[in-house]
T-cell receptor, first 118, second 115 residues
């Protein structure tokens, strides 16, 4: 099954600064997704980028995808204290487009723990 | 929709006891997943169901773990007997095939502590 590995493991920045997290994966994808997990809560879907897209924006989030390098980055601009959380990437295999169901559950790395200092 | 609902949110039990975790997926979703999260291992996929049928249980750590999905709106994960190393947060997630994106919707998790 697919797997995303996030980098760095931990990131601490000042409020107002931009935060960049990276994700690497191993095989072909249909799409790549980023999730956020606040302390003590479940994962929440943030943004999805398809294999034929190179960049996507959603509010203060910007995601890039480089399929030749099998990597993605998540940029959070003008960070806020509320952005403190763990961020995970996960990939979806191409089969999900053909079968409509896919053969795998998403697999996640250990995430990037982001701390925004006030 | 209320989202994926898990119960209990917290469970403290003693070694050797049976533990049952419950999950109600989002109505209309046809895939259900059980994950376990620990500091050491991160998020591990334990088992998933499609239309109530178990598809892949290769992530289930031992025979002490079992999962069922008797109908489209309910699933259980059972540990019998429980051991301290089973202490973790267990997440249930669901998704809809028709969405064609693979996006998962997670519950808030069940935090299990085995003493």
């Amino acid at each position: 099954s697919q797997q995303g590995e996030e980098d760095p493991q931990a990131l601490s920045i000042q409020e107002g600064e931009n935060a960049t997290m990276n994700c690497s994966y191993k095989t072909s994808i249909n799409n790549l997704q980023w999730y956020r997990q606040n302390s003590g809560r479940g994962l929440v879907h943030l943004i999805l980028i398809r294999s034929n897209e190179r960049e996507k924006h959603s509010g203060r989030l910007r995601v890039t995808l480089d399929t030749s390098k099998k990597s993605s980055s998540l940029l959070i601009t003008a960070s806020r204290a509320a952005d403190t959380a763990s961020y995970f990437c996960a990939t979806v295999p191409p089969s999900i487009q053909v079968s409509g169901g896919g053969a795998d559950g998403l697999t996640f790395g250990k995430g990037t723990h982001l701390i925004i200092q006030p | 929709d209320a989202g994926v609902i898990q119960s209990p949110r917290h469970e403290v039990t003693e070694m050797g006891q049976e533990v049952t975790l419950r999950c109600k997926p989002i109505s209309g979703h046809d895939y259900l997943f059980w994950y376990r999260q620990t500091m050491m291992r991160g998020l591990e996929l334990l088992i998933y169901f499609n239309n109530n049928v178990p598809i892949d249980d290769s992530g289930m750590p031992e025979d002490r773990f079992s999962a069922k999905m008797p109908n489209a709106s309910f699933s259980t994960l059972k540990i019998q007997p429980s051991e301290p190393r089973d202490s973790a947060v267990y997440f249930c997630a669901s998704r809809w095939t028709g969405g064609d994106t693979g996006e998962l919707f997670f519950g808030e998790g069940s935090r299990l502590t085995v003493l």
